[in-house]
């Protein structure tokens, strides 16, 4: 029978009315079982004598200021396994969910999805008997305006107290620097976004000045976190060096850029540190020095390296389609140590390390100043843009404030 069941597309906008969420934009999976709801600072607490959970939720993609409160009765306490495969125990509550006209109870599962995108991902034990799914569309029961959102969520946007930060790169939507700025945010710290092709330096006897859109910087910035593209490095550099020359702290410095995006510097220096690489020929030609590595049969691991530990691993190998496999992986402590070692000798505080591991040994590849997060956040379901900002904290002694 599917007359009473109402057709939805592959995303739609719901509302969770006893959680006071007027309005949250929901991926719908069937392949999935169960109803995950992002939040986080997630606290059990006695109420009267039975279990309950405090949790807070950013209900808006992309943003890590608009944030809600909510408390809830616990019915379960239940093992997760996400759709990479890692599983997580996770506290489960029951909610009422509104699409359009239609309400009804469901389970929820509470966790982490800031990697995800979706704030709440439907699972197909909340449609059972209710839903038919059509992937092919979307939003059936229409579309929430920037304006209608605001208007639901105005007065839940946290004020920011903590430090100045300013992301230097290019794209604002690219997905790591949109995670980088939602992380920041929800750690209560001021976030700008600047472009770095809208700035120039004028040089003169007295003194260097930098200006950004043609008008010198009004604000004084405490952090700044380059994510600088290959082909700005000697630009974007300058620019950072000349934040550094201020007193801004950056969470990257130009040097250790510099010395990252030189091939040859960058070997030179891991190996004078006892790190192995693979076989390299270093070759003369009328610009630069050319690197050539021998290519070596082995699995290709990415470390995600944030103040000289490993925070992430994920194992890259060819599907049968050609396309690039990501896979969480465990590497041995020896290998986190020579990943580390790599980018502390570079003086980088957050850097990718690619690592070929085979039945020789395991060799340093390369190292990169600006590594993305995607890919393996959603792999590993680590927070690396939070780990990001947290080492920031934490290099300069701030105390967070709640």
């Keep these: 029978m599917t007359q009473n069941k109402i057709v939805v597309g592959s995303e739609e906008w719901c509302g969770l009315p006893n959680l006071n969420i007027p309005a949250i934009k929901t991926r719908v999976d069937s392949g999935a079982k169960t109803t995950a709801l992002h939040a986080v600072n997630i606290t059990p607490f006695d109420k009267n004598g039975s279990a309950w959970v405090r949790f807070e939720v950013h209900p808006i993609q992309y943003d890590g200021k608009t944030t809600l409160i909510c408390e809830s009765p616990v019915v379960d306490k239940?093992?997760?396994k996400s759709s990479s495969g890692i599983g997580e125990l996770r506290y489960v509550i029951n909610s009422q969910i509104s699409i359009g006209e239609n309400t009804w109870e469901i389970e929820v599962t509470l966790t982490n999805r800031d990697s995800m995108g979706y704030r709440m991902l439907l699972g197909r034990?909340?449609?059972?008997?209710?839903?038919?799914?059509?992937?092919?569309v979307s939003f059936q029961f229409g579309k929430v305006s920037d304006e209608e959102l605001d208007k639901?969520?105005?007065?839940?946007?946290?004020a920011p107290t903590g430090l100045h930060i300013a992301l230097l790169a290019t794209n604002p939507n690219l997905y790591s620097n949109r995670r980088i700025i939602e992380a920041a945010e929800e750690r209560g710290h001021f976030m700008d976004f600047l472009n770095i092709t809208d700035f120039s330096i004028e040089l003169n006897n007295a003194k260097a000045i930098m200006k950004y859109k043609g008008e010198e910087l009004s604000t004084k910035y405490d952090?700044?976190?380059?994510?600088?593209?290959?082909?700005?490095?000697?630009?974007?550099c300058a620019v950072v060096r000349h934040f550094g020359s201020i007193g801004t702290y950056t969470q990257n410095s130009a040097q250790a850029i510099a010395?990252?995006?030189?091939s040859l510097l960058m070997l030179q220096r891991i190996v004078a540190s006892g790190v192995l690489i693979p076989p390299t020929q270093l070759l003369p030609s009328k610009s630069e020095s050319i690197v050539n590595q021998a290519p070596?049969?082995?699995?290709?691991?990415?470390?995600?390296?944030?103040?000289?530990?490993?925070k992430a691993t994920i194992?890259?190998?060819?599907?049968?389609?050609g396309t690039t496999k990501l896979t969480p992986i465990k590497i041995s402590k020896e290998e986190r140590k020579m990943a580390g070692l790599a980018v502390k000798t570079l003086n980088l505080k957050v850097a990718g390390v690619d690592l070929i591991q085979n039945k020789e040994g395991t060799y340093v590849q390369n190292v990169y100043s600006s590594p993305s997060l995607n890919g393996i956040e959603a792999t590993t379901a680590a927070d690396l843009a939070e780990m990001m900002i947290l080492g920031i904290e934490k290099n300069l002694k701030y105390t967070y404030i709640v």
Excluded: W
């Design 125 to 136: 034990q909340a449609m059972a008997g209710r839903m038919l799914v059509d992937p092919q």
């Design 78 to 80: 239940r093992r997760v």
């Design 315 to 321: 194992l890259k190998s060819k599907s049968e389609d």
């Design 296 to 310: 070596l049969d082995g699995k290709q691991i990415r470390c995600f390296v944030i103040n000289g530990l490993v």
């Design 259 to 262: 010395q990252s995006r030189n």
């Design 223 to 236: 952090v700044i976190i380059p994510r600088i593209r290959l082909n700005l490095t000697k630009f974007g």
């Design 152 to 158: 639901h969520y105005h007065n839940f946007i946290k």
